[in-house]
C-alpha cells in the first residue's frame, strides 16, 4: 500500500492496523525511511531483527508523536534533556535516557531508552496514531546504506512490509545525532545531522541559568 505525501487517512489507519498485528510498516522520516513496529510486540521485534539481519543487543530508538509521549518511556528526564527537546524536537536528535520498567530488551541500550520527534508530518501521524512510540530503525539491510527512496525497500519479499507509507524522495544527508544524558550531562553516541557546537550551546545556556 502506499501513502503520498501524507494525504491518505485510510493508510494510516491501515498502518495501525498492521502496527497492532504485530506486522512491519514503512515510512518516512525527516532524513530516511524507517520500519515502524510495535515496540512492546516480541513479534514484531523479532521481525525486524530477522528482516534487517541485525544482530541481536544493538538497541533499536524509538520515534514519538510528541514530547510527552516520549518523555514517558522514561524514568526520569534530566532538566537538558527537556532544554534539548525544547531546541531541536521535531527533529533529527535522539535522547537517549533513563529508561522506565518494563520496556522490551530489544530497545534498551547501555545507557537507556533512545527517542525522538521526528519532524516529517507522515510519522508524526503514524506515531499519534498508532497511541505510543513506534520503532525507528532505517529501513535497509544491516551494513547498508539508509534508504531516501524505496526503491530498494521494494526489493524485499512482499509479504515482509505489510504496509508502505510513500512520501517521495526524502532529504537523506546524515541520520539523526544519538546522545545520553543523565543528570551529569550528554554524551554523543552518534554524530548526526545536529552538530556537537549546537548542543553544546544550549548545555551552557542551561547551566549559566
Request: some cysteine.
Amino acid at each position: 500500500m502506499r501513502l503520498e505525501q501524507a494525504e491518505s487517512a485510510h493508510l494510516i489507519d491501515a498502518a495501525v492496523a498492521a502496527l497492532r498485528a504485530g506486522e512491519l510498516v514503512v515510512y518516512p522520516t525527516e532524513t530516511f525511511y524507517g520500519i515502524a513496529a510495535d515496540p512492546e510486540s516480541s513479534t514484531a521485534m523479532a521481525r525486524i531483527f530477522a528482516l534487517k539481519g541485525r544482530a541481536l543487543g544493538q538497541p533499536i530508538a524509538l520515534i514519538a508523536a510528541d514530547e510527552v509521549s516520549a518523555f514517558a518511556l522514561a524514568r526520569q528526564v534530566p532538566p537538558l534533556a527537556c532544554r534539548l527537546a525544547g531546541a531541536f524536537w521535531p527533529g533529527p536528535l535522539t535522547l537517549v535516557l533513563p529508561p522506565r520498567a518494563g520496556l522490551h530488551e530489544a530497545v534498551l541500550g547501555p545507557d537507556g531508552i533512545g527517542v525522538r520527534v521526528s519532524s516529517h508530518p507522515v510519522a508524526q501521524r503514524l506515531a499519534a496514531a498508532f497511541g505510543r512510540p513506534i520503532t525507528a530503525t532505517s529501513a535497509n539491510a544491516s551494513g547498508q546504506p539508509a534508504p531516501a527512496e524505496l526503491s530498494a525497500v521494494r526489493r524485499w519479499p512482499a509479504d515482509q512490509i505489510k504496509v508502505l507509507l510513500e512520501a517521495g524522495r526524502l532529504a537523506g544527508g546524515v541520520p539523526s545525532t544519538i546522545l545520553a544524558v543523565s543528570n551529569e550531562g550528554y554524551r554523543i553516541i552518534r554524530h548526526g545531522a545536529i552538530g556537537e557546537h549546537e548542543i553544546a550551546a544550549v548545555a551552557v545556556q542551561r547551566e549559566r541559568k
